[in-house]
Protein backbone atom coordinates (compact mmCIF):
# COMPACT_ATOMS: atom_id res chain seq x y z
CA UNK A 1 0.00 0.00 0.00
CA UNK A 2 1.30 3.59 -0.80
CA UNK A 3 0.09 6.87 0.91
CA UNK A 4 -1.83 9.57 -1.78
CA UNK A 5 1.00 12.45 -1.80
CA UNK A 6 -0.60 15.77 -1.51
CA UNK A 7 -0.45 16.37 -5.11
CA UNK A 8 -2.37 13.11 -5.76
CA UNK A 9 -5.24 13.94 -2.96
CA UNK A 10 -5.89 17.23 -4.73
CA UNK A 11 -6.35 15.82 -7.93
CA UNK A 12 -8.53 12.73 -6.51
CA UNK A 13 -10.98 15.28 -5.03
CA UNK A 14 -12.76 17.62 -6.94
CA UNK A 15 -13.96 19.72 -4.44
CA UNK A 16 -14.24 20.05 -0.74
CA UNK A 17 -15.89 22.13 2.18
CA UNK A 18 -15.52 22.45 5.44
CA UNK A 19 -18.98 23.69 7.68
CA UNK A 20 -19.80 25.74 4.72
CA UNK A 21 -22.77 28.39 5.53
CA UNK A 22 -24.35 31.08 3.71
CA UNK A 23 -26.78 33.61 6.11
CA UNK A 24 -29.09 35.62 4.49
CA UNK A 25 -30.65 38.26 7.31
CA UNK A 26 -29.61 36.17 9.99
CA UNK A 27 -31.53 33.40 8.43
CA UNK A 28 -29.56 30.24 7.14
CA UNK A 29 -29.50 29.16 3.45
CA UNK A 30 -27.03 27.04 3.74
CA UNK A 31 -25.40 25.45 7.22
CA UNK A 32 -21.99 24.05 7.99
CA UNK A 33 -22.01 21.54 5.25
CA UNK A 34 -19.19 19.11 5.02
CA UNK A 35 -18.91 17.42 1.70
CA UNK A 36 -16.24 15.89 -0.05
CA UNK A 37 -16.72 15.02 -3.86
CA UNK A 38 -13.77 13.13 -5.50
CA UNK A 39 -12.98 13.24 -8.90
CA UNK A 40 -14.08 11.34 -12.32
CA UNK A 41 -17.87 10.97 -10.37
CA UNK A 42 -21.41 12.83 -11.50
CA UNK A 43 -22.47 14.07 -8.09
CA UNK A 44 -26.45 14.61 -8.48
CA UNK A 45 -27.48 18.12 -5.60
CA UNK A 46 -31.00 17.55 -5.17
CA UNK A 47 -33.56 19.27 -2.69
CA UNK A 48 -36.57 21.00 -2.86
CA UNK A 49 -37.20 24.38 -3.71
CA UNK A 50 -35.37 26.91 -1.12
CA UNK A 51 -33.10 24.03 -0.16
CA UNK A 52 -29.64 26.16 -0.51
CA UNK A 53 -28.78 24.65 -4.22
CA UNK A 54 -28.41 27.60 -6.13
CA UNK A 55 -26.52 29.32 -2.78
CA UNK A 56 -23.84 26.52 -2.67
CA UNK A 57 -23.50 26.71 -6.02
CA UNK A 58 -22.98 30.17 -6.22
CA UNK A 59 -20.62 29.68 -3.47
CA UNK A 60 -18.33 27.13 -5.34
CA UNK A 61 -18.17 29.04 -8.06
CA UNK A 62 -16.96 32.34 -6.28
CA UNK A 63 -19.67 34.15 -6.86
CA UNK A 64 -20.91 34.69 -3.09
CA UNK A 65 -18.56 34.99 -0.16
CA UNK A 66 -19.38 32.24 2.81
CA UNK A 67 -20.38 33.67 5.65
CA UNK A 68 -18.45 30.93 7.58
CA UNK A 69 -16.21 27.85 6.91
CA UNK A 70 -14.82 27.36 3.86
CA UNK A 71 -14.78 25.18 0.02
CA UNK A 72 -11.80 24.20 -2.40
CA UNK A 73 -11.80 23.62 -5.99
CA UNK A 74 -9.21 21.04 -7.07
CA UNK A 75 -7.02 22.25 -4.40
CA UNK A 76 -7.72 26.15 -4.83
CA UNK A 77 -9.75 27.87 -1.59
CA UNK A 78 -12.22 29.81 -3.33
CA UNK A 79 -11.95 32.66 -1.81
CA UNK A 80 -7.93 33.19 -0.84
CA UNK A 81 -7.40 31.69 -4.26
CA UNK A 82 -10.77 32.78 -5.97
CA UNK A 83 -9.03 33.47 -9.93
CA UNK A 84 -7.42 29.77 -9.61
CA UNK A 85 -10.12 27.79 -8.22
CA UNK A 86 -12.66 29.27 -11.19
CA UNK A 87 -9.75 28.29 -13.29
CA UNK A 88 -11.07 24.41 -12.92
CA UNK A 89 -14.25 25.08 -13.17
CA UNK A 90 -17.53 25.35 -16.08
CA UNK A 91 -20.37 26.99 -14.85
CA UNK A 92 -23.44 27.39 -15.80
CA UNK A 93 -26.01 29.46 -13.93
CA UNK A 94 -29.94 28.75 -13.26
CA UNK A 95 -30.24 31.86 -15.54
CA UNK A 96 -28.19 32.09 -18.02
CA UNK A 97 -28.09 34.86 -19.66
CA UNK A 98 -25.59 36.46 -21.69
CA UNK A 99 -24.97 39.34 -24.64
CA UNK A 100 -28.60 39.60 -25.95
CA UNK A 101 -27.29 41.45 -28.92
CA UNK A 102 -25.15 38.93 -30.07
CA UNK A 103 -25.15 35.69 -31.74
CA UNK A 104 -25.12 32.54 -30.50
CA UNK A 105 -22.01 31.94 -33.02
CA UNK A 106 -20.46 35.38 -32.26
CA UNK A 107 -20.71 35.07 -28.41
CA UNK A 108 -19.40 31.39 -28.61
CA UNK A 109 -16.29 32.64 -30.17
CA UNK A 110 -15.74 35.66 -28.46
CA UNK A 111 -15.46 33.09 -24.87
CA UNK A 112 -13.25 30.93 -26.65
CA UNK A 113 -11.00 33.22 -27.51
CA UNK A 114 -10.81 34.37 -24.31
CA UNK A 115 -10.20 30.94 -23.06
CA UNK A 116 -7.16 30.36 -25.93
CA UNK A 117 -8.76 30.06 -28.98
CA UNK A 118 -12.75 28.59 -30.14
CA UNK A 119 -12.73 25.55 -30.80
CA UNK A 120 -14.96 25.99 -33.86
CA UNK A 121 -15.75 22.06 -35.25
CA UNK A 122 -16.83 21.19 -31.07
CA UNK A 123 -19.08 24.35 -30.67
CA UNK A 124 -20.83 23.62 -34.03
CA UNK A 125 -21.36 19.80 -33.11
CA UNK A 126 -22.30 20.63 -29.62
CA UNK A 127 -25.09 22.70 -31.47
CA UNK A 128 -26.11 20.40 -33.97
CA UNK A 129 -26.87 17.84 -30.84
CA UNK A 130 -28.80 20.14 -29.23
CA UNK A 131 -30.66 21.68 -32.24
CA UNK A 132 -29.77 25.04 -31.72
CA UNK A 133 -29.15 28.09 -34.39
CA UNK A 134 -26.04 29.61 -33.77
CA UNK A 135 -26.97 32.30 -36.31
CA UNK A 136 -29.78 33.53 -34.23
CA UNK A 137 -28.98 36.63 -32.00
CA UNK A 138 -29.37 35.21 -28.10
CA UNK A 139 -31.77 38.36 -27.57
CA UNK A 140 -34.39 37.07 -29.71
CA UNK A 141 -33.99 33.58 -28.70
CA UNK A 142 -36.64 31.36 -26.59
CA UNK A 143 -35.64 30.23 -22.64
CA UNK A 144 -35.22 26.93 -23.53
CA UNK A 145 -32.41 28.26 -26.64
CA UNK A 146 -30.90 30.43 -24.35
CA UNK A 147 -30.11 27.47 -21.79
CA UNK A 148 -28.82 25.75 -25.05
CA UNK A 149 -26.10 28.18 -25.79
CA UNK A 150 -25.25 28.14 -21.97
CA UNK A 151 -24.81 24.22 -21.99
CA UNK A 152 -22.62 24.53 -25.29
CA UNK A 153 -20.46 27.82 -23.72
CA UNK A 154 -20.35 25.08 -20.29
CA UNK A 155 -19.32 21.83 -22.51
CA UNK A 156 -17.12 23.54 -25.30
CA UNK A 157 -14.18 23.44 -23.52
CA UNK A 158 -12.73 20.88 -20.95
CA UNK A 159 -12.81 21.91 -17.06
CA UNK A 160 -11.82 19.79 -14.15
CA UNK A 161 -14.71 20.93 -12.71
CA UNK A 162 -18.39 21.25 -14.21
CA UNK A 163 -20.86 22.80 -12.48
CA UNK A 164 -24.31 22.87 -13.42
CA UNK A 165 -27.70 24.54 -11.84
CA UNK A 166 -30.55 23.04 -12.77
CA UNK A 167 -29.11 23.09 -16.31
CA UNK A 168 -32.52 21.10 -17.67
CA UNK A 169 -35.23 23.69 -16.58
CA UNK A 170 -37.42 24.32 -19.88
CA UNK A 171 -35.42 21.87 -22.41
CA UNK A 172 -37.92 19.03 -23.79
CA UNK A 173 -36.95 14.97 -23.22
CA UNK A 174 -34.90 14.88 -26.48
CA UNK A 175 -32.84 17.67 -25.77
CA UNK A 176 -32.71 16.66 -22.22
CA UNK A 177 -31.55 13.00 -23.38
CA UNK A 178 -28.63 14.94 -24.87
CA UNK A 179 -27.46 16.75 -22.30
CA UNK A 180 -27.52 13.79 -20.29
CA UNK A 181 -25.51 12.16 -22.98
CA UNK A 182 -23.03 15.29 -23.01
CA UNK A 183 -22.57 14.45 -18.78
CA UNK A 184 -21.60 11.03 -19.08
CA UNK A 185 -19.29 11.66 -22.13
CA UNK A 186 -17.53 14.78 -19.95
CA UNK A 187 -17.23 11.68 -17.01
CA UNK A 188 -15.59 9.04 -19.25
CA UNK A 189 -13.41 12.19 -20.17
CA UNK A 190 -12.48 12.25 -16.61
CA UNK A 191 -14.44 15.78 -15.57
CA UNK A 192 -16.17 15.61 -12.45
CA UNK A 193 -19.78 16.84 -12.70
CA UNK A 194 -21.72 18.82 -10.23
CA UNK A 195 -25.45 18.89 -11.20
CA UNK A 196 -28.19 20.75 -9.36
CA UNK A 197 -31.51 19.12 -10.22
CA UNK A 198 -35.42 18.79 -9.14
CA UNK A 199 -35.79 15.97 -11.42
CA UNK A 200 -34.76 12.54 -9.39
CA UNK A 201 -34.73 10.18 -12.62
CA UNK A 202 -32.59 12.79 -14.70
CA UNK A 203 -30.16 12.30 -11.48
CA UNK A 204 -30.95 8.80 -11.04
CA UNK A 205 -30.26 8.14 -14.90
CA UNK A 206 -26.75 9.46 -14.71
CA UNK A 207 -25.61 10.37 -11.09
CA UNK A 208 -22.78 8.19 -9.43
CA UNK A 209 -23.35 9.78 -5.82
CA UNK A 210 -26.02 11.78 -4.59
CA UNK A 211 -26.12 14.43 -2.26
CA UNK A 212 -30.03 15.39 -0.49
CA UNK A 213 -30.35 19.07 0.43
CA UNK A 214 -33.01 20.04 3.05
CA UNK A 215 -33.30 23.25 4.69
CA UNK A 216 -29.90 24.37 3.95
CA UNK A 217 -28.51 21.16 5.83
CA UNK A 218 -27.65 18.28 3.89
CA UNK A 219 -29.40 15.29 5.00
CA UNK A 220 -27.36 12.58 3.21
CA UNK A 221 -24.54 11.59 0.97
CA UNK A 222 -24.26 8.58 -0.67
CA UNK A 223 -23.45 6.39 -3.86
CA UNK A 224 -26.63 5.72 -6.30
CA UNK A 225 -26.05 1.72 -6.51
CA UNK A 226 -26.05 1.87 -2.23
CA UNK A 227 -29.42 3.87 -2.05
CA UNK A 228 -30.35 1.82 -4.34
CA UNK A 229 -29.97 -1.29 -2.69
CA UNK A 230 -31.61 0.41 0.08
CA UNK A 231 -34.93 0.95 -1.63
CA UNK A 232 -38.07 -0.59 -1.85
CA UNK A 233 -38.41 -3.12 -4.40
CA UNK A 234 -41.26 -4.99 -6.04
CA UNK A 235 -40.66 -8.48 -6.89
CA UNK A 236 -43.38 -11.35 -8.55
CA UNK A 237 -43.06 -14.40 -7.73
CA UNK A 238 -44.89 -16.98 -9.99
CA UNK A 239 -44.89 -20.50 -8.29
CA UNK A 240 -46.00 -23.92 -10.05
CA UNK A 241 -48.83 -24.55 -6.86
CA UNK A 242 -50.57 -22.19 -4.61
CA UNK A 243 -47.52 -19.46 -3.41
CA UNK A 244 -46.36 -20.40 0.01
CA UNK A 245 -47.70 -16.58 1.44
CA UNK A 246 -46.91 -17.86 5.01
CA UNK A 247 -43.33 -18.63 5.02
CA UNK A 248 -42.92 -15.56 2.21
CA UNK A 249 -44.56 -13.44 5.17
CA UNK A 250 -42.03 -14.47 7.84
CA UNK A 251 -39.19 -13.00 5.64
CA UNK A 252 -37.58 -10.03 7.35
CA UNK A 253 -37.45 -8.11 4.00
CA UNK A 254 -40.96 -8.35 3.02
CA UNK A 255 -43.19 -5.33 3.40
CA UNK A 256 -46.12 -6.00 1.73
CA UNK A 257 -47.83 -9.37 0.30
CA UNK A 258 -50.59 -10.21 -2.43
CA UNK A 259 -51.27 -13.14 -3.83
CA UNK A 260 -53.17 -13.44 -7.39
CA UNK A 261 -53.16 -17.37 -8.85
CA UNK A 262 -49.99 -18.47 -8.64
CA UNK A 263 -48.03 -15.22 -8.62
CA UNK A 264 -46.62 -13.21 -5.26
CA UNK A 265 -46.73 -9.23 -5.62
CA UNK A 266 -43.83 -8.84 -2.88
CA UNK A 267 -42.82 -5.15 -1.66
CA UNK A 268 -39.11 -6.31 -0.43
CA UNK A 269 -37.05 -3.46 1.78
CA UNK A 270 -32.87 -4.28 0.97
CA UNK A 271 -31.69 -7.56 -0.21
CA UNK A 272 -33.76 -10.46 -1.59
CA UNK A 273 -31.15 -13.26 -1.08
CA UNK A 274 -33.20 -14.80 2.24
CA UNK A 275 -36.61 -14.44 -0.15
CA UNK A 276 -34.89 -16.11 -3.15
CA UNK A 277 -33.66 -19.07 -0.46
CA UNK A 278 -37.03 -19.40 1.10
CA UNK A 279 -39.08 -19.44 -2.15
CA UNK A 280 -36.96 -21.94 -3.95
CA UNK A 281 -37.80 -25.19 -2.74
CA UNK A 282 -41.45 -24.01 -3.42
CA UNK A 283 -40.91 -24.22 -7.32
CA UNK A 284 -40.44 -20.99 -8.53
CA UNK A 285 -40.96 -20.48 -11.70
CA UNK A 286 -40.56 -17.29 -12.82
CA UNK A 287 -39.13 -14.35 -11.30
CA UNK A 288 -39.93 -10.26 -12.27
CA UNK A 289 -37.98 -8.05 -10.60
CA UNK A 290 -39.08 -4.08 -10.97
CA UNK A 291 -35.99 -1.52 -11.39
CA UNK A 292 -35.91 -0.04 -7.79
CA UNK A 293 -37.26 3.28 -7.53
CA UNK A 294 -35.20 6.26 -5.85
CA UNK A 295 -38.55 8.30 -5.45
CA UNK A 296 -39.15 7.01 -2.01
CA UNK A 297 -36.13 6.83 -0.55
CA UNK A 298 -35.92 10.52 -1.67
CA UNK A 299 -39.21 12.20 -0.55
CA UNK A 300 -38.29 9.56 2.69
CA UNK A 301 -35.52 12.16 3.39
CA UNK A 302 -37.34 15.31 2.19
CA UNK A 303 -40.24 13.73 4.83
CA UNK A 304 -37.92 13.36 7.61
CA UNK A 305 -36.50 17.25 7.56
CA UNK A 306 -40.22 19.08 7.35
N1 LIG B 1 -29.96 37.18 -2.11
C1 LIG B 1 -30.72 36.63 -1.17
N2 LIG B 1 -31.21 37.35 -0.14
C2 LIG B 1 -31.97 36.79 0.83
N3 LIG B 1 -32.31 35.48 0.85
C3 LIG B 1 -31.87 34.71 -0.15
C4 LIG B 1 -31.06 35.24 -1.21
N4 LIG B 1 -30.76 34.22 -2.07
C5 LIG B 1 -31.37 33.12 -1.56
N5 LIG B 1 -32.02 33.40 -0.43
C6 LIG B 1 -32.77 32.43 0.41
O1 LIG B 1 -31.93 31.34 0.70
C7 LIG B 1 -32.64 30.10 0.66
C8 LIG B 1 -32.00 29.15 -0.34
O2 LIG B 1 -32.18 29.66 -1.65
P1 LIG B 1 -31.55 28.94 -2.94
O3 LIG B 1 -31.87 29.81 -4.14
O4 LIG B 1 -30.12 28.64 -2.70
O5 LIG B 1 -32.37 27.57 -2.99
P2 LIG B 1 -32.49 26.48 -4.17
O6 LIG B 1 -32.33 25.15 -3.51
O7 LIG B 1 -31.56 26.80 -5.28
O8 LIG B 1 -34.00 26.67 -4.62
P3 LIG B 1 -34.71 26.41 -6.05
O9 LIG B 1 -34.71 24.95 -6.27
O10 LIG B 1 -36.08 26.96 -5.81
O11 LIG B 1 -33.94 27.19 -7.08
C9 LIG B 1 -34.08 30.48 0.31
O12 LIG B 1 -34.82 30.56 1.50
C10 LIG B 1 -33.95 31.84 -0.33
O13 LIG B 1 -35.13 32.60 -0.14
Redesign the pocket.
Known amino acids: MRFLTDEEDIVATALRTWHLSKT ?2 G ?1 A ?2 SAMNLTVPSDVVFGYL ?10 IRLLAGLLRPSSGRAEIGGYDVVRDRERAQRQIGYLP ?1 DFAAYPRLTAAAYLDHLGYLRGGPDRARIRSLADRLDLDLNVRIGAMSHGNRQKVGIVQAFMHAPALLVL ?2 PTAGLDPLIQRQFLELVREARERGQTVFL ?1 S ?1 NLYEVEAVADMVGI ?1 VR ?1 RLAVVEEVDKLKAQAVRRIDLTFAGVPPDAALRGVAAVQQLTVTGHTAHLVVEGHTAELLRIAAPYGVEQIVTHEPDLEEVFLSYYDAQE
Open positions: YHRALGPNGAGKTTTGDESHLG
